[in-house]
């Protein structure tokens, strides 16, 4: 099994710190799945105070991402190595959704290229780029968050990231519907009670309950994923 290697590109590289070594990251990391490698966008930046951004052409609010930094970076990761995508996070890309994450997570080698400030140079996006992906509809500070969200989503489906028991094949999403809900011990909590069925230990009768949960609770909270052709 070869490890996916995943380079991330930010002006604030800190911010993968406790991400990369807590959780989900932390244990692909640990188990050999994946090599997380964050890159400094500034040690990249242009003068004496290493800059990265600059006022837009044509005026307006806010800084864009010079495109000299980036391609500078991506030009000497790509030396090293082939990238099967170089990853975009931003509110105008594609949905990312669960497809998404199973696709990405059976490629190699990833660069995600995190935004930050109002803008990208236009010219990266047309000429590095090849995937763009929002994570919804709203509007974050940066790349970062989005980045660590996909890295999170396409590392756990990875066969052997998770245990055996936490398979990620029955999440919701996986299936086209949303998850059944679920209960541990005590049976009886408060005078809540657990469903009778789960208790019975007949597991026919357990999955059908389980299969009628999980399409009621879409059917009430997310009636889009069944009107979809799933
Ligand atoms: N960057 C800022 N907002 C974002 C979003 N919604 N999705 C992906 N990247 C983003």
Avoid at 10 to 24: H, K, Q, T, Y
Avoid at 76 to 92: C, G, N, Q, S, W
Avoid at 190 to 196: F, L
Wanted: glycine fraction near 8%; proline fraction near 6%.
């Amino acid at each position: 099994m070869d490890a996916i290697r995943i380079d991330v590109l930010s002006v604030i590289p800190g911010f993968f710190d406790s991400p990369l070594s807590n959780g989900l990251l932390s244990i692909a990391r640990k188990k050999g799945f994946a090599e997380v490698v964050v890159h400094n966008l500034h040690d990249y930046g242009l003068g004496r105070y290493r800059q990265v951004d600059d006022t837009p052409f044509g005026g307006g609010a806010g800084m864009v991402l010079r495109p000299e930094p980036v391609f500078a970076c991506v030009e000497k990761l790509k030396a090293e190595r082939h990238y099967d995508a170089v990853i975009f996070p931003t509110p105008d890309g594609r949905p990312f959704r669960q497809q998404e994450a199973n696709r990405l997570s059976r490629l190699k080698n990833l660069i995600f290229l995190c935004g930050h400030y109002k803008a990208l140079d236009e010219r990266v996006r047309e000429s590095l780029v090849t995937m763009e992906y929002s994570i919804g509809d709203v509007v974050l500070s940066g790349g970062e968050i989005p980045s660590l969200l996909m890295m999170d989503a396409l590392l756990r489906v990875v066969p052997g990231v998770l245990g055996d028991s936490e398979s990620a094949l029955t999440d919701s999403f996986q299936t086209g519907i949303l998850d059944c809900a679920y209960y541990t011990r005590p049976p009886e909590f408060r005078g809540m009670k657990v469903p009778e069925v789960l208790l019975s230990g007949h597991h026919a009768k357990i999955e059908q309950w389980r299969h009628e949960n999980a399409l009621e609770r879409t059917r009430q909270r997310r009636p889009d994923l069944l009107a979809e052709d799933v």
